[in-house]
């Protein structure tokens, strides 16, 4: 399941959507004052109890500028000059409290794999979830949820 495109991009002005831009694995926007954002697509693996599989969701970190570049330099090819990078995850994953803004390591793959994101360590219900898994009732939940529009 994913998110596509970031959150944020929901509440963009038209003059900021129309100077920014996004992709299925990218998204940039520029605000006009010289504050730029990115946003590259992760995968958040969430393993699932019982199963030899994991649930992933599709999600968006920010990133800065060098992790930005880093990446896209290795993108496509899969062979980058850093593991992986920090970043903050900028998505709301439904029945959790707020989702947004939690920090993690970013790994990335090769091949073109989507980097992995690992969250750090805390209380929070989705940090949790990742060191923990989670049950089959939670993945039905989530797949109902996410054909609702997103709350803004």
């Not at 896209?72 to 439904?94: H, N, T």
Request: hydrophobic share 40%; aromatic share 12%.
């Amino acid at each position: 399941m994913g998110f596509d495109p970031p959150l944020v991009w929901a509440r963009l002005d038209d003059a900021t959507r129309a100077a920014s831009w996004a992709d299925t694995d990218f998204c940039e926007i520029n605000y006009g004052n010289g504050n730029t954002e990115r946003f590259i697509h992760r995968v958040l693996p969430l393993r699932v109890a019982d199963l030899d599989e994991e649930f992933t969701f599709a999600v968006w970190c920010s990133v800065s500028e060098k992790s930005w570049e880093v990446y896209k330099a290795g993108y496509g090819g899969g062979e980058y000059s850093e593991q992986g990078c920090f970043g903050f995850l900028v998505d709301r994953i439904p029945d959790l409290e707020t989702t947004e803004n939690l920090p993690a390591n970013l790994w990335y793959q090769p091949d073109g794999l989507r980097p992995v994101v690992m969250l750090h360590e805390g209380e929070h219900p989705l940090i949790r979830a990742q060191e923990q898994g989670i049950g089959m009732a939670q993945v039905e939940r989530w797949a109902s949820m996410m054909h609702r529009p997103p709350e803004i």
